[in-house]
């Protein structure tokens, strides 16, 4: 089955600065790819996603980039602001309702 | 606002004891699910549902049964808890085609003494 690897545990960053969480999956059927944020003592909150007929998508302070061939996907968050931080978690979806998800990024921004 | 709402949002009990976890979504969403996120943040899926069947069941213990009356509630029974189920569960809900958005309820999160 499925496995995404996300390869930051942690990460501090000062404000202002650019944040990046880089992922990795195995499975070539694998062709949605959400980030979700979760903010100390709360559940997680979908941010951004992107689907595999695309290679980058923006939104706002927010980049996701996406290498089929590599199969790695990575979120960028620009002008980090201390709200921030939170732990992300970026995820695999193969299409059968369920999502593979990494194991966390604690990023913190350090004003 | 509408969301999707868990209770209790916390549980202690004893090893060999039953417990039951609600979830309702007010959404519209045909697929539910339940994700156990464990002390070290890990999240993995347990169970989807989509109008109120079983679609996924992932290799948990059969102590772990999922209960749902209609599509907008999806119930987690456990039955003789142990040790090891100590962790936070979350269920979120989605629309009915995959690869899209899920949204999470805030959590269960049951402690097992």
């Known amino acids: 089955g499925e496995k995404v690897e996300q390869h930051e545990s942690t990460l501090s960053v000062r404000e202002g600065d650019s944040a990046v969480i880089n992922c990795t999956y195995t499975d070539t059927a694998s062709s949605y790819f959400p980030w979700y944020k979760q903010e100390a003592g709360k559940s997680l909150h979908f941010v951004i996603d992107?689907?595999?007929?695309?290679d980058r998508k923006q939104s706002q302070r927010l980049i996701v980039l996406l290498d089929k061939k590599a199969k790695r996907f990575s979120l960028h968050i620009t002008a980090t602001q201390p709200e921030d931080s939170a732990i992300y978690f970026c995820a695999a979806d193969t299409g059968n309702y369920k999502y593979v998800f990494g194991a966390g990024t604690r990023l913190k921004v350090i004003a | 606002e509408t969301a999707v709402f868990q209770t209790p949002n916390y549980h202690v009990t004893q090893v060999g004891n039953e417990v039951s976890f609600n979830c309702k979504q007010t959404l519209g969403h045909d697929t539910m699910y339940w994700y156990k996120q464990d002390s070290k943040k890990l999240l993995k899926i347990m169970f989807s549902y989509n109008n109120k069947q079983l679609i996924v069941n992932e290799t948990v213990p059969r102590r772990f049964s999922p209960q749902s009356s209609d599509k907008a509630h999806l119930n987690l029974r456990i039955k003789s808890v142990e040790p090891e189920d100590s962790a936070v569960y979350l269920c979120?809900?989605?629309?009915?085609?995959?690869?899209?958005?899920?949204?999470f309820g805030k959590g269960t999160r049951l402690t097992v003494v």
């Open positions: 992107i689907r595999s007929n695309v």
């Open positions: 979120a809900s989605s629309r009915q085609n995959a690869n899209t958005e899920v949204f």
